[in-house]
């Protein structure tokens, strides 16, 4: 005779069983799932061994670069949304702390980590003309003023300081501003140069709706600039106004 007791465990023991199917097959999907990410990276970071870095689409660049910030899961997805978010890969780059922050997934490791590759980036361009005459670099100072401004979102205003031999001093943020404005004030321009002893400036600013072209506001600020500077005999080569469809030069459209 079976008692009442046995028949119950009895019967919970194949149910335990079944129960544990799910978790188990559950489990082994997510190892399957793991063990995909993990080949997918190796896999990614042999092709760009073997194909040379410059030879991957921007999406696998900045997946390679996100899996130093997120060593697990799959961050694909994550750069193809980033990439869709702001545009272009230096606009991802170029983005703040708080706008890469918006993105879901995106946390404050991984978003310093990108403004990291930016500064990098900067400081790289930098070198191109520095410690040689800046007007002699011009190339290389486009790329350097692209990487630095053209997808700020605000308004910047930024001076190149220069000596006499027209080699970089300084370059310095004189305001932010707003998403259309940036206020210029020529006396802290020319205080600043005195300050460095400097002889000749390079005037720099954004456009963040992506146009260059100068403004009438853009004109009229410059030439206050030039006339400040022409009493304390310091000149102005140029001003450069950055966008994301170029870089718009004041010397060669004849306003300087």
Do not use: C
């Not at 194949?14 to 190892?31: D, I």
């Not at 030439?223 to 500077?229: E, H, L």
């Amino acid at each position: 005779m079976v008692s009442g007791k046995s028949l119950k465990v009895s019967e919970a023991a194949p149910r335990a069983l079944q129960a544990a199917e799910p978790a188990k097959a559950k489990a082994s999907k997510a190892a399957l799932v793991a063990a995909h990410h993990s080949g997918h990276r190796e896999r990614l970071r042999e092709r760009a061994r073997a194909g040379g870095l410059a030879a991957l689409p921007d999406y696998e660049l900045l997946e390679l670069y996100l899996f130093r910030s997120l060593p697990r899961g799959d961050v694909k997805p994550l750069a193809k949304t980033l990439l869709a978010r702001f545009g272009s890969f230096a606009a991802v780059l170029g983005a703040t702390v708080e706008e890469l922050k918006t993105v879901s997934g995106v946390g404050e490791t991984a978003a310093v980590d990108l403004k990291i590759l930016h500064e990098a980036t900067l400081r790289a361009g930098r070198e191109g003309i520095t410690k040689r005459p800046v007007i002699s670099s011009w190339t290389a100072l486009l790329g350097y003023v692209r990487v630095a401004l053209a997808n700020e979102s605000r308004e910047q205003f930024r001076v190149l300081f220069l000596d006499k031999k027209n080699q970089l001093i300084a370059d310095e943020v004189m305001n932010h501003g707003t998403v259309d404005h940036a206020p210029v004030y020529p006396r802290e321009v020319m205080r600043r140069a005195l300050e460095l002893s400097s002889s000749n400036l390079i005037l720099l600013h954004n456009h963040p709706s992506g146009d260059p072209t100068p403004s009438r506001p853009d004109i009229e600020m410059t030439k206050q600039i030039v006339s400040a500077g022409k009493a304390l005999s310091i000149a102005v080569h140029d001003h450069l106004v950055v966008g994301r469809d170029g870089v718009a030069s004041f010397k060669a459209l004849g306003l300087i």
